[in-house]
């Protein structure tokens, strides 16, 4: 199945979801490693492999959000009140925000620290930012921000999906799932 249903995600948006979702995973290990090694080759490896993921995540991020304008989302299911249905669309409108949001973060700080950057080494990626210490550090404070939001709204998608699929048993979960219902 390629299109959503109204009753499944098809076949482009689960590879997105489950795509980003493992990016983002390696991710905080990728961000933090980075941070806190010490200054040696190896942390300047980490900074690449964090930025170089968190560009592919921007990428993906982009053609996730073109596929879900383009493909509406199954239908929430009728016994769902009100604000649970509400809360879904705000939280995965606040996630796909913050997922491209975060790169661009990144991107920013380190143009404006006038770090030349190579995409995995390979493709020049052009500053969008010119140099100034004030806009590097704005920005990284920003990427942090993002960075804790992210977090707790993780938390929460995650935690809903779980309470869908063990208390309400409504599909939510399996939905999304690779193998799961087909619509």
């Keep these: 199945m390629i299109c959503n249903t109204r009753d499944s995600w098809g076949g482009p948006a689960k590879f997105l979801h489950w795509s980003v979702a493992l990016l983002v995973l390696a991710q905080l290990g990728l961000g933090w490693a980075a941070v806190s090694w010490r200054l040696s080759p190896l942390k300047l490896d980490l900074f690449v492999w964090h930025k170089s993921t968190g560009l592919l995540i921007f990428g993906l991020m982009v053609v996730r959000a073109a596929w879900r304008l383009a493909n509406p989302p199954p239908a929430l299911p009728d016994a769902m009140p009100a604000w649970e249905k509400r809360a879904a669309h705000v939280g995965h409108l606040l996630l796909y925000a913050i997922l491209i949001a975060m790169p661009l ?52 998608h995650i935690a809903a999906a ?22």
Excluded: E, Q, Y
């Excluded at 080494?121 to 921000?145: C, T």
């Excluded at 699929?165 to 799961?180: E, K, Y």
């Design 162 to 183: 779980l309470r869908h699929h063990l208390v309400r048993r409504n599909g939510i979960l399996t939905r999304m799932l690779p193998f799961g219902r087909r619509g």
């Design 105 to 156: 973060s990144g991107w920013i700080a380190n143009s404006a620290a006038n770090i030349p950057f190579r995409i995995f080494w390979r493709i020049p990626l052009p500053p969008i930012a010119a140099p100034d210490k004030a806009v590097a550090d704005l920005a990284a404070r920003v990427h942090l921000i993002l960075f804790l939001g992210l977090s707790a709204l993780l938390s929460l």
